[in-house]
């Protein structure tokens, strides 16, 4: 199964250039996750260990998941093969470095996970540990972001979340504003979703779109500070 993986793996990369753009697409998107502006500005491309982080649930998730795979890993090391090694080395480095990665590399740890564990004895003591621990860190995980919310504090449901309230945007609608906007980077997703093309707004949570330059001189205009994408001189 290990060289299909490796073949897969391959193929995969080589069908990702089937794009208008080609290779750089691929380029792109590395330059996109070393971003230092987009790692200051949007939560979930924050390092896994920033402050920011720590203080959200999903960094609790992090430290579960990194213990429970640690335990596996050095226990039964000498049976993970090369390409599965390789595939855990640059998840955890992307995990580490965007906090966004981590779905990922639990995603990907299946394929490793299955391999450590699938000729462990069924009656012996590691397996019957993992048989009762698992589950319970699974049950208690998914009961704590339900009622405690994920990352960002919201649990599961459907409610209205955004910056402007419902009331504005019924006003902005009856009143039949149109044009270009000077709005702030927290209200512009909400005006475009609800307003776009009508409304234009001068600014969104896409930063990488915009680029450093345009929304460091934004955020002067609007008095508001984004010290953290000040270019270098």
């Not at 093969?81 to 995990?95: A, D, M, N, R």
Request: overall charge positive.
């Amino acid at each position: 199964y290990e060289g299909k993986l490796i073949l897969l793996s391959l193929a995969s990369c080589l069908l990702s250039l089937l794009n208008p753009y080609g290779y750089h697409l691929l380029t792109h998107s590395y330059e996109l996750s070393q971003n230092e502006a987009l790692k200051r500005t949007v939560l979930e491309w924050y390092p896994m260990i920033s402050k920011e982080v720590m203080r959200t649930s999903i960094f609790a998730v992090f430290l579960i998941f990194m213990s429970i795979y640690s335990l596996i890993i050095a226990l039964r090391f000498m049976k993970l093969k090369s390409f599965s090694l390789f595939l855990l080395i640059i998840f955890t480095y992307l995990t580490f470095s965007a906090q966004r990665h981590l779905a990922f590399l639990a995603i990907v740890s299946i394929w490793p996970l299955s391999q450590m564990l699938k000729d462990i004895k069924e009656k012996s003591f590691f397996s019957t540990s993992l048989a009762i621990l698992l589950p319970i860190a699974l049950l208690s995980l998914s009961v704590r972001s339900f009622y405690r919310g994920n990352n960002v504090n919201k649990t599961p449901g459907f409610y209205h979340s955004s910056k402007i309230s419902q009331k504005t945007l019924k006003f902005i609608k009856e009143a039949k504003i149109t044009g270009n906007t000077l709005n702030t980077y927290s209200y512009g997703a909400q005006l475009i979703f609800n307003f776009y093309p009508k409304i234009r707004v001068g600014i969104d949570s896409r930063i990488d779109s915009y680029g450093v330059e345009y929304s460091r001189q934004y955020g002067r205009i609007i008095t508001v500070s984004y010290t953290h994408l000040t270019l270098p001189t």
